[in-house]
């Protein structure tokens, strides 16, 4: 099998854009402003795990990785969910969210309400990462093609339809907003420089394709809770 072309194989990517969450029925509720405020504490523990585990699954990314351009430029990712010193960086700003919709940091950080769901499809992405070629494990990132749209969208959403979130909630999203603009072109670039062969592009695609599963599963898995009371 030959390589299709640069601009085909970034075509291929993009068209696996209707499977990504953003048209999942759990955010398209949220969007509307139809989430009670028991569910969006069960979105926003449920996501802390997915947020908790980014930086190990970077880390696993590094690990395998032979190149040092490349970890140079990974290894930010790990700086910026985990910040250079306690109290800053992605994780913290995601617990300031889920203070923001009424839990406490305990409850987050102990987890008591993460479900196995999440549990499974989140530690199945590290596990990917731990265990497939780089390229293929960078390549499940490429959600981020998508994800700057949905957050944008989100945070509107959020403002407007949830009024009594207090906006010091919001800082996980305006930050991540902005790193997503440079990060997502960066990691198309890598993807594509280094999947060479048709069946390198072609596992690239089912590692973005197996990425959309982990975060519909996520949702299913808060979707199904919904409606249950308190997390
Ligand atoms: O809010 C979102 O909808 C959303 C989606 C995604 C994504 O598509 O994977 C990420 C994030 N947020 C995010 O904040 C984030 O840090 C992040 C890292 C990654 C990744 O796979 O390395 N995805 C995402």
């Not at 902005?178 to 069946?199: F, K, N, P, Y």
Request: aromatic share 10%.
């Amino acid at each position: 099998m030959t390589a299709v072309s640069p601009a085909e194989f970034v075509a291929e990517l993009r068209a696996l854009a209707p499977r990504y969450w953003d048209s999942h029925p759990f955010h398209l509720r949220m969007h509307a402003g139809q989430l009670s405020k028991h569910e969006l504490q069960a979105w926003a523990a449920n996501r802390w795990y997915y947020q908790r585990c980014i930086a190990q699954k970077d880390a696993a990314i590094l690990s395998n990785c032979p190149s040092p351009e490349i970890r140079r430029q990974w290894r930010e990712r790990i700086v910026w969910h985990d910040g250079t010193q306690p109290g800053e960086g992605g994780a913290e700003n995601w617990i300031r969210l889920a203070e923001a919709v009424g839990l406490t940091r305990e409850e987050v950080l102990d987890e008591r309400h993460v479900l196995p769901g999440t549990r499974f499809a989140v530690d199945a992405y590290v596990n990917f990462a731990r265990t497939k070629p780089w390229v293929e494990a960078i390549a499940s990132g490429l959600t981020e093609m998508f994800s700057g749209a949905l957050m944008r969208k989100r945070l509107a959403a959020l403002r407007e339809q949830y009024p009594w979130i207090a906006e010091e909630g919001f800082a996980y999203f305006t930050n991540r907003i902005q790193a997503v603009a440079g990060e997502g072109q960066a990691t198309v670039d890598i993807v594509v420089a280094h999947s060479l062969t048709r069946e390198q592009q072609l596992a690239a695609v089912d590692a973005l394709s197996f990425k959309c599963d982990v975060l519909r599963a996520v949702l299913d898995a808060v979707d199904y809770y919904s409606g249950k009371g308190r997390p």
